[in-house]
């Protein structure tokens, strides 16, 4: 190794912990002083941000995500092992990102043996998977990308190999010329080709990564700071994802990217995406996973379920990516657990990590998910069972066409209005070939309830089925017009406003499938779904959606009704409001006096 690459690699390492993800801590001193004595503080100063905790403990038991099952790793691997006959496992063995834990170790420790290990698991790797003879997955674009980084930071570590060196020219090569350009796929293939290339000087090759990642930016995330990936969960990896390469770019002695700015709007979306009991809402696949407190943002305030720093300062927000948010407070005058939340999903139709989803309602109150998304069962390809459902239109809350494919379609939002009493948007999608799909789609933000009003036309007679999909603890009683849930805590009524329809409840049908959450990777959950079915060359669904605690007081009256709208008067617990919705315009009136 020449000195000019020794020393590049402790300036990428060492400016890379000083630009570190917020909230990461430095190895401590001691662990510094020793790497010192080896040559090169900058491997043990390096922190492997740990968006998927995995672990390979000295005496080889390894435990990767998303099975999290301890394994024991072979003295001598084949890299070929594939115990769980899990695609997601396999491609995080190939990443030989679990080796991080022997480099932490050794830091910690001093122990060579622990290093000897690591420079064995690496050097074996390298020598049993030539490109184009190599263990399935080993240069899928994901492990590459993962590995690389690996294979620097223990150049830093161990300086005498070469071999390591070769490696890391390889992999970057390889990542020049292969390079995938969409989604998180391609910004982590740009982190690994900046470590390799900073860490070797290839200045052209750094350039590269820059242009690329500038790119990729422009095309991935929207001037208000949404991800195009359609799912919660991916727009917090990639906001840290784009943190790194700010910080790995500035490490390596470039700008910052170009639009970071709006990287810096990404944790304000993920504020509102957060459900008052500290959660995410599971849009897109997205499981339930608890929220990320990002210091600096309203993610504070949000992920500690009010306990710490200040909320946005709106309770709605709508994103014209296709996100809508609106809750009835921050805690304020109701205990912040209580308060209810809706989202709204429209926009382009069913990419990377998106459902068919246009339309979808969610609803959350008083300390329950009350309406539901399926959730994210796996990463496998879209033919399996699971995964084609979960993402599919009859696992959301929608108005599904017998006997019609549904094609993943752009939801467009025709009207938008934000008032001091309501958020409304009215929604059209295409996605049922013959079928106009037109949904209005109201939130009471004084009363925390829901009026939803579908109107669909097809070109000859369909069943039509309107869909709410519950928690498994909901205990659904139907009654004429209306639906209750009862919950220990945090119920729902849905009650049909206008209009005959029959309903039936399903939970955990496998012909058809239907009535299933999955709240974590490859499992599912039986839970009720509430189907209200019509039958015609049209349908219309006026319903209302009232979360509640204890038994509320609910009346309603409709008092005109028209092709594109309806006069209602409701009345939730003492509030009486009269709400007016014709085409685009909008008009909501607390009712006081009686008339």
């Known amino acids: 190794m020449t000195v000019g690459r020794g020393r590049l690699s402790q300036a990428w390492l060492v400016g890379l912990l000083a630009l570190a993800v917020v909230g990461l801590q430095p190895p401590p001193a001691q662990a510094l002083d020793r790497a010192i004595a080896k040559g090169d503080p900058a491997g043990c100063a390096y922190i492997h941000d740990p968006d998927e905790p995995m672990t390979l403990s000295r005496d080889g038991t390894l435990i990767l995500p998303p099975v999290n099952i301890a394994w024991q790793l072979p003295d001598n691997p084949t890299w070929r092992e594939d115990p769980f006959t899990s695609k997601a496992w396999r491609i995080r063995y190939q990443s030989l990102r ?5 480099f932490n170790d050794w830091c910690a420790t001093g122990d060579d043996a622990v290093l000897d290990r690591a420079e064995f698991l690496l050097r074996d790797w390298h020598q049993d998977n030539p490109i184009g003879a190599a263990a399935p997955y080993a240069w ?3 492990p590459v990308s993962w590995r690389t980084v690996v294979l620097v930071r223990g150049a830093g570590l161990m300086p005498d190999q070469p071999w390591l060196h070769d490696a890391i020219e390889l992999h970057a090569s390889y990542l020049v010329d292969n390079y995938g350009g969409v989604g998180n796929h391609a910004l982590n293939e740009n982190l690994g080709l900046l470590a390799a290339s900073c860490f070797i000087g290839r200045q052209d090759w750094i350039d590269t990564a820059e242009r690329r990642i500038n790119k990729l930016l422009e095309r991935s995330v929207s001037p208000e700071g949404v991800s195009n990936e359609q799912a919660i969960a991916y727009q917090e990896y990639n906001y840290r994802l784009y943190t790194k390469a700010r910080a790995d770019l500035l490490a390596c ?9 709006r990287v810096l709007l990404m944790p304000e979306m993920l504020a509102h995406a957060t459900l008052p009991n500290g959660q995410y ?5 997205t499981k339930r996973q608890t929220a990320v407190s990002f210091p600096g943002t309203h993610t504070v305030f949000t992920a500690s379920q009010g306990a710490a720093g200040s ?5 709605v927000a709508v994103y014209k990516a296709g996100f809508a948010f609106a809750r009835t407070g921050w805690g304020e005058t109701t205990p912040y657990n209580d308060e209810v939340m809706m989202t709204l999903r429209y926009g382009p139709g069913r990419a990377m990590h998106g459902h068919d989803d246009g339309g979808a309602v969610t609803l959350y109150g008083f300390g329950s998910r009350l309406l539901l998304d399926p959730g994210k069962n796996s990463w496998h390809n879209r033919t399996e069972t699971w995964p084609v459902w979960v993402a599919s ?13 549904y094609r993943s379609s752009t939801t467009t939002y025709q009207s938008n209005s934000v008032s001091p009493q309501a958020l409304h948007m009215q929604l059209s999608n295409s996605g049922y070939t013959g079928v106009t799909n037109v949904r209005s ?3 009471s933000r004084l009363g925390g309830y829901v009026i939803v009003d579908d109107r669909l036309t097809a070109d000859q007679p369909r069943t039509f089925r309107q869909l709410w999909h519950l928690n498994q603890d909901a205990r659904p009683a139907v009654a004429a017009s209306r639906v209750r849930t009862r919950s220990s805590r945090g119920n729902l009524e849905i009650r049909q406003l206008t209009g005959a329809h029959n309903t039936r409840v399903l939970t955990g049908s496998t012909d058809p499938l239907q009535g299933w959450l999955t709240y974590d990777y490859q499992t599912v959950i039986a839970a009720p779904v509430v189907e209200q079915i019509k039958v015609g060359t049209s349908a219309r669904y006026l319903t209302l959606l009232v979360p509640f605690d204890d038994m509320p007081t609910v009346s309603t009256r409709v008092l005109q009704q028209w092709s594109d709208g309806y006069k209602v008067e409701v009345t939730v617990n003492g509030l009486t409001e009269r ?6 315009t909008v008009i909501v009136n607390t009712v006081t006096d009686g008339t």
Do not use: C, W
């Not at 679990?98 to 022997?102: A, E, G, K, P, T």
């Open 311 to 315: 909320p946005p300062p709106s309770t």
């Open 579 to 584: 709400i007016k919705v014709r085409g685009g």
């Open 140 to 142: 899928y674009d994901h």
């Open 441 to 443: 789609v109201l939130f």
């Open 98 to 102: 679990y080796v991080h834990s022997l």
């Open 281 to 285: 809402e599971m849009l897109g696949n």
């Open 393 to 405: 239109r009859a696992a959301h809350n929608v108005v599904t066409v017998d006997g019609l494919a």
């Open 253 to 261: 002695g470039r700008p910052e990217p170009a639009l970071f700015s």
